[in-house]
């Protein structure tokens, strides 16, 4: 598992070796100049995004093929693709948080809640999003599964913009929201389960789906 | 002597072909070619082994495991023509990973013979040749101390230089009698040099697997026109091709029972070749 999780990440690290220093100073300095968090949570959306690119070097240089030659089980080989997801979507967060407290020190704003709960809801959301992904490239190849998945998600913005004021009226929306913010930590914690709940279960389905391909 | 692969019935269906009842060994101390026309299986053949793909039929042993079995994998050197680590890692990385997945994994030996074989640790293995990558898999199947090396076309597009260094690294492995090798490749000059046996796939089906020295030696190729051809017993002759255009050829499995028979015809020393030309545009015989 060691080797599997150090040739996901050497991979990555090869292929984004200059993008990432440069998305990590360029985000810290958008922050600190616009006092806005949109960029640190954007990054953490990135990088989740970023982590699913190990599947694509796998399809170019034939690793499915070769990794079954090699004394290791589908369950390690498609763990350490959702760990190196985690090792990333964490980094992000946690350098996010840092650079959010830098700015809020520098600033003299508050708002620390804020934050870590804007940090928290796009880990989730992106989490939901990235690892949902997996099972479908494992099945069909990461460029149909990243297709597959903007026009889902075009339908489900477009579907909210257009019917978006109807589903208010329908849905209690105003009362999750203020029982959000009467029980932070209650939600926080549901949706980081809902999160690993999902992780868990795409990463089964994941699993049975690379046991059955052949390369 | 017992055998390091041991396949036996193996069936495999795609749309359009069928890799029918192969029978195949692999013993300790021998290297077998495994020879055939593109698209005949041999690769199939290879991946049902390693347990890549999942057989419709048959049965596979690998050091007397299943195919896919870990304990035998950890024994198990491959070099496929087209499958190994992304390009932009290089050497080194690759040392490190496989270190912390092979129980085996011997980092001196890797670094020692990549220095021997003058691969650069610290470059990309995309800006290697393409002799250079498969000397890097191949050195990356030797660093485990496996006793079995399986190889799809591991020395074709390579010049004649690295194919020999290569086939001599094959002829050094197999000084340990515990060991094996499974070589697919259309250099058939390669197999006539090392092979012990060879092993011949047409159209998915296995024709034959023989010793490669009785095959060379007691078969033969009959030269001459169909009337001459006529007259050689049907149990003598493999295959025939009539009408090319050196005439017409049959490959006999008693060469000398031939000149016997026919002392005037032409009858000449059989290859691996030859044998592939003939049976690949065969009429049956």
Known sequence: MRGLLRKELSGLWSLYRKTLPMLAILYAVLNLATKNDFFLYFGVWMMLFYSLSGMSLDESCGWGRYARTLPVNDWQVVGAKFLVSLIYSGGAALYGAVLGVIQRLFTGETGYADLIGGLLAVLVVSMIMVFAMYPVAFRFGLEKARNGFLVVWVALFGGFMLFGSRLAKVLPLEAVVESMAARPLLWAGGALLTAVAVMVLCYIASVLIYQKKEF | ?285
């Open chain 2, 1 to 285: 002597m017992s055998n390091l692969v041991a396949v036996q019935g193996l069936v495999k269906h795609y749309k359009g072909f069928t890799l029918d009842q192969i029978d195949l060994t692999v013993p300790e101390g021998e290297i077998v070619g495994l020879i055939g026309e593109n698209g005949a299986g041999k690769t199939t053949t290879i991946k049902a082994i390693l347990g890549v793909i999942h057989p419709d039929g048959g049965t596979i042993q690998v050091m007397g495991k299943d195919p896919g079995d870990r304990t035998a994998l950890e024994k198990v050197g491959v070099v496929f023509e087209d499958s190994y680590f992304y390009g932009g890692l290089n050497a080194h990385q690759v040392d490190r990973i496989l270190s912390g997945i092979r129980r085996d994994w011997d980092s001196d030996k890797f670094r020692k013979d990549c220095n021997a074989f003058d691969l650069d640790m610290k470059k990309p293995i995309k800006d290697f040749s393409r002799g250079m990558r498969m000397k890097l898999s191949l050195t990356t199947a030797l660093a485990s101390h496996p006793r079995l090396l399986l190889m799809d076309e591991a020395t074709s597009g390579l010049d004649p230089v690295i194919r020999g260094e290569i086939l001599d690294i094959f002829l050094t492995f197999i000084q340990d009698e515990g060991c094996g090798i499974l070589l697919s490749s259309h250099i058939t000059t390669d197999l006539e040099r090392v092979a012990d046996q060879i092993a011949y796939i047409h159209r998915g089906k296995l024709l034959f697997q023989q010793g490669k020295d009785a095959l060379l030696e007691e078969t033969a190729v009959v030269r001459g026109s169909a009337a001459v051809l006529d007259r050689l017993p049907q149990e003598l002759v493999l295959v025939r091709r009539d009408g090319g255009l050196s005439g017409s050829a049959a490959l006999v499995k008693d060469g000398a029972a031939a000149r016997r028979l026919l002392p005037d015809a032409v009858i000449d020393r059989t290859s691996i070749d030859e044998m592939m030309q003939l049976y690949g545009g065969r009429e049956e015989a």
